[in-house]
């Protein structure tokens, strides 16, 4: 099981920006299709955006333009630049990670936009 451990959450005013970080453990991180989702109170929760081994990005609708997903294989850690933060962002955000034979979760972080 691929533990992972996010950061970076916060209060942010409309406009703003946050840097999610999430840390993963093994050897293999390289290897692993990693994702965020987010859930807002009362919603489902919904992929934001994912990155594959290869580099492959895509990002759901509402957020391409302001957010940015990257990876760093070196540190396992994988990245989401939120710009120009809106108060429908707000929610708790997850890190994903799928290994190909299973998928792990992170604790969540939580994002409020508010002001």
């Known amino acids: 099981q691929v533990q992972l451990v996010e950061s970076g959450g916060g209060l942010v005013q409309p406009g703003g920006s946050l840097r999610l970080s999430c840390a993963a453990s093994g050897s293999l991180f390289r290897l692993y299709t990693m994702s965020w989702y987010r859930q807002a109170p009362g919603k489902q929760r919904e992929l934001v955006a994912a990155?594959?081994?290869?580099?492959?990005?895509n990002y759901t609708d509402s957020v391409k333009g302001r957010f940015t997903i990257s990876r760093d294989n070196a540190k396992n850690t994988v990245y989401l630049q939120m710009n120009v933060l809106k108060p429908e962002d707000t929610a708790v955000y997850y890190c994903?990670?799928?290994?190909?034979?299973?998928?792990?979760w992170g604790q969540g972080t939580q994002v409020t936009v508010s002001s």
């Open positions: 994903h990670a799928d290994t190909g034979l299973r998928v792990s």
């Open positions: 990155i594959t081994r290869d580099g492959n990005i």
